[in-house]
């Protein structure tokens, strides 16, 4: 059998074999914090601009005094209508559709009249899994 010395330098193999463990498992903990940290960097991008672009949406309504409704119905926006770019490029009335796109994102426009000059909009957009919220009342005494 093989004795060990004092005298001999080196590492035997066990050694060797549980820093590489070691070494690989500190290594997919952190590549797995770095993915879920990036996946979170860009949901909360795109819900800062889903909801940049709901309130562009908004202020165009209200500043624009656009009539964006017929007889109460739901208006659509589509995801690949919703860029502030195309918003500033074109008029809200442009962009909106009356169906809705099979898949989200998508913004939904509902104006409710509650009185003979105000309205009640409500603006919804769609995602994957959630929604974002926005009710205003445009009208009343100017």
């Known amino acids: ?25 500190i290594c997919t903990i952190s590549f797995k914090v770095i993915i879920s940290a990036f996946k979170l960097k860009t949901y909360n991008e795109n819900l800062y601009y889903y909801a940049r672009f709901l309130s562009e949406v908004k202020n165009c309504i209200i500043y624009n005094d656009l009539d964006i409704h017929k007889e109460d119905k739901e208006v659509y926006i589509w995801g690949k209508d919703m860029k502030l770019g195309i918003l500033k490029e074109n008029n809200l009335i442009d962009i909106k559709k009356e169906t809705p796109p099979s898949k989200p994102p998508y913004l939904i426009i509902k104006v409710n009249k509650f009185h003979e000059n105000k309205e009640e909009i409500l603006l919804s957009i769609m995602l994957e899994k959630e929604n974002i919220e926005c009710n205003f009342i445009r009208g009343g005494s100017r």
Not at 13 to 21: A, K, N, Q, R
């Open 1 to 25: 059998m093989y004795k060990y010395r004092k005298d001999e330098k080196g590492f035997i193999l066990i050694e060797v074999l549980c820093s590489i463990l070691v070494f690989i498992a």
